[in-house]
Antibody
Framework: EVQLVESGGGLVQPGSSLKLSCVAS????????MHWIRQVPKKGLEWIAF????????YQADSVKGRFTISRDNSKNTLNLEMNSLRSEDTAMYYC???????????????WGQGTSVTVSS | DIVMTQSPTSMSTSVGDRVTMNCKAS??????VDWYQEKTGQSPKLLIY???NRYTGVPDRFTGSGSGTDFTFTISNMQAEDLAMYYC?????????FGSGTRLEI
C-alpha cells in the first residue's frame, strides 16, 4: 500500500525557516517523480513544487521561487521542502503527492499524504 | 499561468441525483485534466485522470469528459458518501493549476 507521511509543520514567526519532510513507502520512491501542494485554510489547492525521480530537475511556483527548495534523499525514501523567509500567506496545509504513471504516456498525482500544517504568525 | 474556472462553487444535492460540474481552462490543455475528491479532514483523492478515465477502484457513477478548454465531471447517482469538495486540475503545463472547487451539500 502506498503511504506518504509528512512531518515538520508547526507555528513559526514571519521571516523564519522550516523544513518539511515526506517519508514514502509501498512503492519504488527512487523511480517516482514527486510534488508538493498546499491548501490555505478553507481555500483551494495550490501546486508549489515538483522534482524528478533522480532530483536532477525541479520546478517551483512563482509564489515560492527563491524561498522554497524541493529536494529528495532516495536512500531514505524522503522528499523535503525547505522553506525560508516565511510569510503569513504561506500558512497552509502542505501535502506531498506521488506523480504516478497511470498509462504509458500519462502521469498524475495518484497518491497524497495526509498533510502537515504550517502556521506563520507573530 | 493557466486559469481553471470551476463552476458552480457549491451545489445542493439529494441522494440519487445526477450532479454535474464544469471546469473551463483559460487555454487549450488537451486532455490533461484530472479530478480529485476531498472529504472533510482527508487529503484529496484521484477520481478521474486524463479528462475521462476512471482511476482504479473508483465507482462507475463518476465520469469525466471534455478536451481543449471545457471539461465536465458527473456523478450519475449521488450517494451520501459523495458529499465532498471536488477539484479539477490541469497538468498540461507548469505551474499545474487547480479549479477553485465545487462543494456538494445536502
Amino acid at each position: 500500500e502506498v503511504q506518504l507521511v509528512e512531518s515538520g509543520g508547526g507555528l513559526v514567526q514571519p521571516g523564519s525557516s522550516l523544513k518539511l519532510s515526506c517519508v514514502a513507502s509501498g512503492f519504488t520512491f527512487s523511480s517516482s517523480n514527486m510534488h508538493w501542494i498546499r491548501q490555505v485554510p478553507k481555500k483551494g489547492l495550490e501546486w508549489i513544487a515538483f522534482i524528478y525521480y533522480d532530483g536532477a530537475h525541479n520546478y517551483q511556483a512563482d509564489s515560492v521561487k527563491g524561498r522554497f527548495t524541493i529536494s529528495r534523499d532516495n536512500s531514505k525514501n524522503t522528499l523535503n521542502l525547505e522553506m525560508n523567509s516565511l510569510r503569513s500567506e504561506d500558512t497552509a496545509m502542505y501535502y506531498c503527492a506521488k506523480y504516478g504513471r497511470v498509462t504509458s504516456l500519462y502521469y498524475t498525482m495518484d497518491a497524497w499524504g495526509q498533510g502537515t500544517s504550517v502556521t506563520v504568525s507573530s | 499561468d493557466i486559469v481553471m474556472t470551476q463552476s458552480p462553487t457549491s451545489m445542493s444535492t439529494s441522494v440519487g441525483d445526477r450532479v454535474t460540474m464544469n471546469c473551463k481552462a483559460s487555454q487549450n490543455v488537451g486532455s490533461n485534466v484530472d479530478w480529485y475528491q476531498e472529504k472533510t479532514g482527508q487529503s484529496p483523492k484521484l477520481l478521474i485522470y486524463k479528462a475521462s478515465n476512471r482511476y482504479t477502484g473508483v465507482p462507475d457513477r463518476f465520469t469525466g469528459s471534455g478536451s481543449g478548454t471545457d471539461f465536465t465531471f458527473t456523478i450519475s447517482n449521488m450517494q451520501a458518501e459523495d458529499l465532498a469538495m471536488y477539484y479539477c486540475m490541469q497538468s498540461n503545463s507548469y505551474p499545474f493549476t487547480f479549479g477553485s472547487g465545487t462543494r456538494l451539500e445536502i
